[in-house]
């Protein structure tokens, strides 16, 4: 079972394309990818903005990224229009209370204790806030081709799912209890009568204190406000992704875990009716010497340690049979894939001896990934 | 047991717990996160809230395991310290729980953490402690500080009051010179700077920092390190009856490719080997398994755990 190729320079020379999504299981080389993409992209004609979210070190620095501030930077070194910015979540939350709540109540929003947490540990921030800054790429029109690369998470599913999450939180049953006194008037919140809310109020008190569910009661009924607005952008954001002028790009590496995630996430994007673009194959080992195959590059070298002779030449047949081991699991594991989806088109970029951290390091990975 | 995400931490966590475990001791394995990772890596249906025996180890020893269900610490907290068990359950009906651990993270971290710290202080009738150690399989790097560091995290929760209590009972025992926060990480450099990073903050909280598990490590042939002849690696080709005059060169060309791609990765290592070295805490090496992490790995990673005298 072979796979199609996957044709990346024909989808970023397209300027139809306007969104890339790099997605994928953690550290499979998503950022890799978008920023490697972004950079061929540039360099062949298009105005691109990369949105990377926690890249490594070294590689944020190789594209001028040096503070997380959260607005789109222009790499020097690039033959071409290429813009980076890498994704300040708690910045990007802030700033939709700023553009949906009247002053006053923003700022009642942005210094309360529970606003604090919740905009920066909350588990789908991060996934919402990547949605988010995209949208605003989007709407601001400055780019043609916007790439991004999705936040490390478990699950590549996460993505899709844990925006979701947060609004049906920012929704639930419990908020809307909890805003009923605020909405019932300012009446004293333990004389509302509402036997759930008072069960509720009690407990809260008792283990809490007083204050804290007070806390929490400005909290909720400040967003509130900004509630409508959430909701609102995160389905627009969504159509965005469902649009022919995006295309996703899922990553894995050629290992159980990641090839099963990536799987599961192509299922996903068909169900949800977004654009799958294909699958990169990433850190794919390759021998040099594919004709040699691991058993008789054992067997030869048994041989040779049992007659006691060339043991230099034992030991590179050992290397060499480890390394044809690892290439044959990860093709078994890529198989496995093709058979599951054989129209999904494929493309592989080996396994790199180096990490990749500066901007030669990406165009190499861009050749590879484009197959030149 | 911390580390970046997917180097290792629940394997490593469990091998810890059997190392300790070794020669007739009681060890509890902890995870907190509410994703069955132990179960997993000892080929177990899921475990419920409940402390139970999973493994034996080398020598005799028990390792009993506990998924911490964040929702089940907080019924039995309320249980215990306002005897309200039966409206804990209605609470979790109407999202109470779920509500509060979530606008809180704070809260759930401390009925996490203050369930773990009661393990540790548990003593039977005769007052001996129940667990010799307890090995909490902890949330990644990006996240520990803040998961451990309990009084910081409810202080503007609950400045006075019952949590607060609580978290004073927390940090007694985790910052106490009994507990080491220990990390895993592989030799590349987004595990290795996160690691660094994850040392500096645990210190600056004030938190014991313990080793440094460098997992995966690839086992390097000595014969391989140096500068090699190439026209003795094609004779010995020849030797095996590999290639003839015509290809054994060229064979032993391709052959070579990969021993300088070793070579390269295993100059990468010694930097970030160097980089963890900074951070001044022992640094213990655990082998790559050809299988994976199935059982048998590991009672192997067990192994490799005492014999470098980390348990
Ligand atoms: N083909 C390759 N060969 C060698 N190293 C690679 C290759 N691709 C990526 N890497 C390295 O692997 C590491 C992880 O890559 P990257 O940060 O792109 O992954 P990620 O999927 O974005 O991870 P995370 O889920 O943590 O965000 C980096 O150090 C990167 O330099
Ligand atoms: N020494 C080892 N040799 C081979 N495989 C290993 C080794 N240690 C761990 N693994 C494998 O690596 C994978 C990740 O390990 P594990 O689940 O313990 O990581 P983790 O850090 O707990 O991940 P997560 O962040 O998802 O909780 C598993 O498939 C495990 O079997
Ligand atoms: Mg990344
Ligand atoms: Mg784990």
Same mark, same amino acid.
């Given at each position: 079972?072979?796979?199609?190729?996957?044709?990346?320079?024909?989808?970023?020379?397209?300027?139809?394309t306007r969104i890339v999504v790099?997605?994928?299981?953690?550290?499979?080389?998503?950022?890799?990818?978008?920023?490697?993409?972004?950079?061929?992209?540039?360099?062949?004609?298009?105005?691109?903005?990369?949105?990377?979210?926690?890249?490594?070190?070294?590689?944020?620095?190789?594209?001028?990224?040096?503070?997380?501030?959260?607005?789109?930077?222009?790499?020097?070194?690039?033959?071409?229009?290429?813009?980076?910015?890498?994704?300040?979540?708690?910045?990007?939350?802030?700033?939709?209370?700023?553009?949906?709540?009247?002053?006053?109540?923003?700022?009642?929003?942005?210094?309360?204790?529970?606003?604090?947490?919740?905009?920066?540990?909350?588990?789908?921030?991060?996934?919402?806030?990547?949605?988010?800054?995209l949208?605003?790429?989007r709407?601001?029109?400055?780019?043609?081709?916007i790439?991004v690369?999705?936040?490390?998470?478990?699950?590549?599913?996460?993505?899709?799912?844990?925006?979701?999450?947060?609004?049906?939180?920012?929704?639930?049953?419990?908020?809307?209890?909890?805003?009923?006194?605020?909405?019932?008037?300012?009446?004293?919140?333990?004389?509302?009568?509402?036997?759930?809310?008072?069960?509720?109020?009690?407990?809260?008190?008792?283990?809490?204190?007083?204050?804290?569910?007070?806390?929490?009661?400005?909290?909720?009924?400040?967003?509130?406000?900004?509630?409508?607005?959430?909701?609102?952008?995160?389905?627009?954001?969504?159509?965005l992704l469902q649009a022919p002028g995006t295309a996703f790009?899922?990553?894995?590496?050629?290992?159980?875990?990641?090839?099963?995630?990536?799987?599961?996430?192509?299922?996903?994007?068909?169900?949800?009716?977004m654009p799958?673009a294909?699958?990169?194959?990433?850190?794919?080992?390759?021998?040099?010497?594919?004709?040699?195959?691991?058993?008789?590059?054992?067997?030869?070298?048994?041989?040779?340690?049992?007659?006691?002779?060339?043991?230099?030449?034992?030991?590179?047949?050992?290397?060499?049979?480890?390394?044809?081991?690892?290439?044959?699991?990860?093709?078994?594991?890529?198989?496995?894939?093709?058979?599951?989806?054989?129209?999904?088109?494929?493309?592989?970029?080996?396994?790199?001896?180096?990490?990749?951290?500066?901007?030669?390091?990406?165009?190499?990975?861009?050749?590879?990934?484009?197959?030149? | 047991?911390?580390?970046?995400?997917?180097?290792?931490?629940?394997?490593?966590?469990?091998? *810890?717990?059997?190392?300790?475990?070794?020669?007739?001791?009681?060890?509890?394995?902890?995870?907190?996160?509410?994703?069955?990772?132990?179960?997993?890596?000892?080929?177990?249906?899921?475990?419920?809230?409940?402390?139970?025996?999973?493994?034996?180890?080398?020598?005799?020893?028990?390792?009993?395991?506990?998924?911490?269900?964040?929702?089940?610490?907080?019924?039995?907290?309320?249980?215990?310290?306002?005897?309200?068990?039966?409206?804990?359950?209605?609470?979790?009906?109407?999202?109470?729980?779920?509500?509060?651990?979530?606008?809180?993270?704070?809260?759930?971290?401390?009925?996490?953490?203050?369930?773990?710290?009661?393990?540790?202080?548990?003593?039977?009738?005769?007052?001996?402690?129940?667990?010799?150690?307890?090995?909490?399989?902890?949330?990644?790097?990006?996240?520990?500080?803040?998961?451990?560091?309990?009084?910081?995290?409810?202080?503007?929760?609950?400045?006075?009051?019952?949590?607060?209590?609580?978290?004073?009972?927390?940090?007694?025992?985790?910052?106490?010179?009994?507990?080491?926060?220990?990390?895993?990480? *592989? *030799?590349?450099?987004?595990?290795?700077?996160?690691?660094?990073?994850?040392?500096?903050?645990?210190?600056?909280?004030?938190?014991?920092?313990?080793?440094?598990?460098?997992?995966?490590?690839?086992?390097?042939?000595?014969?391989?390190?140096?500068?090699?002849?190439?026209?003795?690696?094609?004779?010995?080709?020849?030797?095996?009856?590999?290639?003839?005059?015509?290809?054994?060169?060229?064979?032993?060309?391709?052959?070579?490719?990969?021993?300088?791609?070793?070579?390269?990765?295993?100059?990468?290592?010694?930097?970030?080997?160097?980089?963890?070295?900074?951070?001044?805490?022992?640094?213990?090496?655990?082998?790559?398994?050809?299988?994976?992490?199935?059982?048998?790995?590991?009672?192997? *990673?067990?192994?490799?755990?005492?014999?470098?005298?980390?348990?």
């Amino acid at each position: 079972m072979t796979s199609p190729e996957l044709d990346l320079d024909g989808i970023i020379d397209d300027s139809g394309t306007r969104i890339v999504v790099c997605c994928g299981s953690g550290g499979v080389g998503k950022t890799t990818t978008a920023a490697a993409l972004g950079l061929r992209a540039a360099e062949r004609g298009r105005n691109v903005v990369v949105l990377t979210v926690d890249p490594a070190r070294r590689l944020a620095q190789s594209m001028g990224l040096t503070s997380l501030d959260n607005t789109p930077r222009k790499v020097a070194g690039a033959d071409g229009e290429l813009f980076a910015m890498m994704l300040d979540m708690k910045r990007t939350f802030d700033e939709i209370i700023e553009a949906h709540a009247d002053p006053e109540r923003a700022r009642q929003i942005l210094t309360n204790p529970f606003y604090q947490s919740l905009s920066s540990s909350f588990s789908g921030t991060q996934e919402y806030m990547a949605m988010e800054k995209l949208g605003q790429l989007r709407r601001s029109g400055e780019w043609d081709l916007i790439i991004v690369d999705t936040p490390p998470s478990r699950s590549a599913l996460d993505f899709l799912d844990a925006p979701e999450r947060l609004g049906r939180f920012l929704d639930g049953k419990l908020i809307r209890l909890l805003m009923a006194p605020a909405k019932a008037g300012g009446r004293s919140a333990f004389k509302i009568l509402n036997a759930g809310f008072g069960l509720v109020a009690g407990v809260l008190t008792k283990v809490l204190g007083a204050q804290v569910l007070k806390d929490i009661q400005t909290f909720v009924s400040a967003l509130d406000a900004v509630f409508g607005g959430f909701r609102q952008r995160a389905e627009q954001t969504y159509k965005l992704l469902q649009a022919p002028g995006t295309a996703f790009i899922v990553v894995a590496t050629p290992e159980r875990d990641a090839m099963r995630e990536a799987s599961y996430f192509v299922e996903r994007l068909a169900e949800e009716r977004m654009p799958l673009a294909g699958l990169v194959i990433n850190r794919v080992h390759r021998s040099p010497a594919p004709d040699l195959s691991a058993a008789r590059s054992t067997a030869a070298a048994e041989d040779l340690e049992s007659r006691g002779e060339h043991e230099l030449t034992a030991a590179v047949l050992r290397l060499h049979a480890g390394r044809m081991q690892l290439a044959a699991r990860e093709h078994r594991e890529q198989e496995q894939f093709a058979s599951a989806h054989p129209t999904v088109p494929v493309t592989r970029v080996p396994a790199m001896s180096q990490d990749v951290h500066d901007l030669d390091g990406l165009r190499e990975i861009g050749e590879l990934l484009a197959k030149r | 047991m911390t580390g970046k995400g997917g180097t290792g931490k629940t394997t490593v966590a469990a091998a *810890l717990a059997l190392a300790l475990a070794a020669g007739g001791r009681k060890v509890l394995l902890v995870e907190v996160e509410g994703r069955q990772g132990i179960a997993q890596v000892f080929d177990l249906p899921p475990l419920p809230y409940e402390e139970r025996k999973i493994a034996v180890a080398p020598g005799g020893g028990d390792v009993h395991a506990l998924a911490i269900d964040p929702e089940e610490a907080m019924l039995e907290y309320l249980e215990m310290f306002y005897g309200l068990k039966r409206m804990g359950k209605a609470l979790t009906k109407m999202g109470v729980v779920d509500f509060a651990t979530t606008i809180a993270p704070g809260l759930r971290d401390v009925l996490v953490t203050g369930k773990t710290s009661e393990a540790v202080r548990r003593r039977d009738r005769t007052g001996k402690r129940v667990y010799d150690t307890v090995v909490m399989d902890a949330p990644p790097t990006g996240r520990v500080t803040r998961f451990l560091n309990v009084t910081q995290e409810v202080a503007g929760l609950a400045r006075v009051g019952p949590v607060r209590t609580h978290a004073d009972m927390v940090r007694g025992v985790v910052a106490s010179p009994e507990t080491a926060v220990h990390f895993v990480t *592989l *030799l590349e450099e987004m595990p290795v700077q996160e690691t660094l990073d994850g040392v500096a903050e645990l210190r600056a909280a004030k938190l014991p920092v313990g080793g440094i598990f460098v997992n995966m490590v690839r086992a390097v042939d000595p014969t391989l390190a140096g500068p090699f002849d190439l026209a003795e690696l094609a004779m010995g080709v020849k030797a095996a009856g590999l290639g003839d005059d015509g290809n054994a060169a060229v064979i032993a060309e391709a052959l070579a490719g990969e021993v300088v791609e070793q070579q390269r990765r295993a100059e990468l290592e010694r930097t970030e080997r160097d980089a963890l070295e900074t951070a001044g805490v022992p640094r213990y090496e655990l082998p790559l398994l050809a299988d994976g992490a199935d059982l048998a790995g590991l009672y192997e *990673l067990a192994e490799a755990i005492r014999t470098q005298g980390a348990a």
